[in-house]
């Protein structure tokens, strides 16, 4: 998806020169939610003003190329609900729901095991905290809960 990004804004368009865009790709990695609707933000604003205008003006730009970015993904997502609610005591539906519950569950789990080395798992701690959130979560432990106890033990002891 960088590729695409950079070749439209930098490339196709100019609005960032390949600086900025690089800043932009590390801020956008950096904060929470998806990197398009990051950089999407970030963009819009540095475009605008690059072009001379007002930070209340780059505010609206960051504000549009967001809208822009989010909006299909909305739209599409609610068709789908409202086909979802409406077929979802279907007998096919239901069996196709069944069927893609395990690869889902495997797509997870293979993402996990990637995470899985040794720049995570650091020391016999990291594992020790890692087995207790396991054991909990195996338990029906509020999820929220366990993430916030992991972190408060990991910033206790490292």
Request: proline share 3%; with cysteine; net charge neutral.
């Amino acid at each position: 998806m960088l590729p695409l990004i950079q070749q439209e804004i930098v490339e196709a368009n100019h609005w960032l020169t390949i600086y900025e865009f690089t800043d932009i790709v590390a801020i956008a990695t950096t904060a929470p939610g998806p990197i398009a609707v990051n950089m999407a933000t970030h963009v819009g604003y540095t475009a605008v003003t690059n072009m001379g205008f007002s930070t209340a003006h780059g505010a609206m730009g960051s504000a549009v190329a967001t809208l822009a970015v989010s909006a299909p993904s909305v739209v599409i997502m609610t068709m789908v609900c409202a086909f979802f609610v409406r077929l979802k005591d279907n007998i096919w539906i239901q069996s196709s729901l069944s069927t893609l519950k395990p690869a889902t569950i495997g797509l997870i789990a293979a993402a996990a095991l990637i995470l899985m080395n040794e720049n995570i798992f650091i020391d016999y701690r990291s594992w020790i905290i890692f087995g207790v959130v396991f054991v909990a979560s195996m338990r029906k432990v509020n999820l929220i809960l366990l993430i916030v106890l992991a972190g408060v033990v990991g910033v206790i002891i490292f």
